[in-house]
């Protein structure tokens, strides 16, 4: 019963409406009846009445939801969730509704939305996993045969199938613009221990360096707390993060993402760093979340070069689901590129 006290519209309230049987009225919204005078009168009774379809008696009919899920660890990172937006758009444009987790990088909330999103009867799932905790969730979905992709990130198994940017070139790629500019003791603030894309990164910094002649410091790694979370220990985290970055005689940084480039800035502003001006230290991000956010910051960061993770994941993963098992996995990586700003 709805809101007004009234029951639910159904097909054979339309039956009545129009004088039609309820088998052609079934045939005309399922789309089997030929098209003519008799598919115009029911679908305009359709609309008239407010009749909404049954998508779970509709899933059992045709073996699909249309619906895919989207699990994520973090969707207010603005890059997650420029990325997620453009996923639903892509997946309704194709007919599909996504419905969205985000799991706050706790295994126990990534476990409850696998189960969920299984228990849904989806189509498929685009995964964006927490590369510390999720081994056990991403061997869980490969296990239940559910199609699905690892988006912005890869796992071991090659028979899982993974969307990435090329995380190695991009490291290489936002060092040597540092060098181009003229800095020659770049600091590359990255990733704890265990994210796979900070582990390229760095190793693209570290070839940047010696391609330049330039020494690899210790020293000059700064491995940086969560952006997102809020409580006092990452807030004083941060902190100690900035004050050692302070006392660095560092001329450029290349940063695991925008966001912490940005929260690097704030930092040293905070700290009372005066040696370079903060809107004038030579700094390269990835992520190019600038795109979408312009600010009055000469903040170059590394993006897609050509196809991106929004278009290549769902794609990707609705050639998987119409293939079935024709479908042969694929990791792809995607080029990269800087985009300057001065």
Not at 101 to 121: C, G, P
Not at 186 to 197: D, F, R
């Amino acid at each position: 019963m709805n809101m007004n006290g009234k029951q639910r519209v159904t097909m054979k309230d339309i039956a009545q409406h129009t004088g039609y049987s309820i088998n052609t009225v079934s045939q005309v919204l399922r789309g089997i009846y030929p098209s003519g005078p008799t598919c115009d009168k029911v679908l305009a009774a359709a609309k008239e009445l407010g009749y909404i379809g049954n998508s779970i008696a509709s899933s059992m009919r045709l073996g699909s939801t249309k619906t895919i899920a989207i699990i994520q660890s973090d969707i207010s990172n603005p890059y997650f969730g420029r990325l997620i937006r453009n996923f639903v758009n892509i997946l309704s444009e194709r007919g599909y509704t996504a419905t969205i987790y985000n799991t706050d990088n706790v295994l126990s909330h990534e476990r409850a939305a696998v189960i969920s999103a299984i228990r849904q009867n989806v189509d498929g799932i685009l995964f964006g996993p927490d590369d510390i905790h999720s081994g056990e969730s991403v061997e869980f979905l490969y296990n239940s045969r559910i199609p699905f992709v690892v988006f912005a990130n890869d796992v071991s198994n090659p028979n899982i199938s993974s969307v990435r940017i090329d995380e190695v070139k991009g490291g290489f790629l936002a060092t040597r613009h540092l060098i181009s500019q003229g800095c020659r003791n770049i600091v590359m603030a990255t990733a704890p221990k265990g994210i796979l894309s900070a582990q390229l990164r760095l190793e693209g910094y570290r070839q940047a360096l010696e391609k330049s002649s330039l020494p690899y410091r210790n020293a000059n790694i700064l491995s940086v707390p969560s952006v997102f979370a809020s409580q006092g220990g990452h807030r004083r985290a941060w902190k100690e993060v900035c004050a050692q970055l302070a006392q660095l005689p560092f001329d450029g940084i290349v940063a695991f993402s925008d966001q912490v480039a940005l929260k690097l800035l704030q930092g040293l502003r905070e700290q009372g760093f005066e040696r370079i001006a903060i809107d004038q230290i030579p700094i390269v991000g990835f992520d190019n979340i600038l795109e979408a956010f312009p600010l009055p910051l000469p903040l170059s960061s590394i993006g897609c070069a050509g196809e991106d993770i929004a278009h290549a994941s769902p794609r990707l993963l609705l050639e998987m689901i119409e293939k079935g098992e024709d479908f042969a996995p694929q990791k792809l990586v995607l080029d990269v590129k800087v985009y300057k700003r001065q």
